[in-house]
């Protein structure tokens, strides 16, 4: 199941690169940007400023879980297995369906269709998500079916998975982005649902056992991983992992996942404004990457 093919991206790895977004994650950030890509099945998104309460999705639904509420529609998630039937329905386009069953052979027809601008420029294909590593066959499928013509292949990954599994996946793996989060167990607990013991430990294999190259890649957010403490160790604990380590991205938080939970009918965890400049100057000072 995949929420997005995003092609002509240039933040994802080297080059020009198509983007994958697999879904499933097993991490629940608060600012996570693609919330609709946590679960591996697909998800209504509602325009809220479409729906004219008509009632249509009501009786089209054939589980009986939405109802008016306030003169527009309103959905029981948990019980909702993504059938469309309400989108269908719907007059307004107030409905849509996030994410989809695909092959692995349906994905990469579409990604070979770059392979002369991934050439041009070094790029490739990145899977992201939600988690690529939540689907591991999946992912397998689509990587090696990349490596057997040739493309360069990366994922983005928060790295809580088995480390068999991160094995087998990275076997047709040129490049790991890998996220850092926070350093301390218990607020990384807080803030994404689980402590970090795993992550740091299946990077330190990927960099010492592996050798892959990684992409060490920092999400910034204001009052919740950027204090001085945190932002050293953290720069402490890449170091340590050697040469391995290829680039450091700093991710600032930034506001627009905010739509995303609203489509979902969920309530935005929490608000804050983005780091400034010069707190990000700051922080670029401490990684020691050009500012
Ligand atoms: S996708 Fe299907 S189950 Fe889910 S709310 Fe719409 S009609 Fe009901
Ligand atoms: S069918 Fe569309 S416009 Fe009518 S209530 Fe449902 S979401 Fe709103």
């Keep these: 199941m995949v929420f997005n093919i995003q092609r002509y991206c240039i933040h994802d790895g080297p080059g020009i690169r198509t983007t994958v977004f697999i879904n499933g994650c097993p991490l629940k950030c608060f600012w996570c940007q693609n919330p609709e890509g946590q679960s591996i099945r697909p998800q209504i998104f509602l ?26 529609s309103r959905t029981n998630r948990d019980v909702c297995d993504g059938c469309g039937k309400c989108v269908e329905a719907c007059p307004n386009e107030a409905r ?26 070094g790029g490739g294909v990145t899977l992201s998500g939600g988690d690529p590593l939540a689907q591991p066959e999946f992912s397998i499928a689509i990587l090696k079916l990349c490596k057997d013509n040739n493309i360069h292949t990366a ?49 330190k294999r990927i960099c010492h056992e592996l050798s892959k190259p990684v992409w060490a890649r920092i999400p910034i957010i204001p009052g919740y991983n950027d204090s001085p403490d945190n932002i050293e160790s953290t720069a402490k604990f890449i170091k340590e992992l050697g040469k391995s380590i290829q680039q450091v991205n700093l991710l600032p938080y930034h506001r627009l996942g905010e739509t995303k939970f609203e489509r979902l009918e969920k309530e935005y965890p929490f608000s804050i404004e ?18």
Aim: charged share 25%; aromatic share 10%; hydrophobic share 35%.
């Design 47 to 72: 325009n809220k400023d479409r729906c004219t309460g008509c009632g249509r999705c009501v009786s089209a639904c054939p589980k009986g879980i939405i109802e008016i509420f306030g003169g527009k």
């Design 274 to 291: 983005p780091p400034s400049e010069e707190h990000l100057t700051n922080i670029k000072k401490i990684f020691n990457l050009t500012v």
């Design 155 to 203: 994922i983005e990954t928060c790295g809580h998975a088995p480390w068999k599994t991160v094995k087998e996946v990275l076997q047709y793996v040129d490049l790991v982005l890998y996220d850092f989060k926070h350093m301390d167990p218990e607020k990384h607990k807080q803030y994404t649902g689980v402590s970090n013991n795993l992550i740091l430990e299946n990077v």
């Design 96 to 121: 849509s369906l996030v994410g989809r069953w695909v092959s692995a052979e349906e994905v990469f027809d579409l990604v070979k269709k770059d392979y002369i601008f991934y050439e041009k420029s």
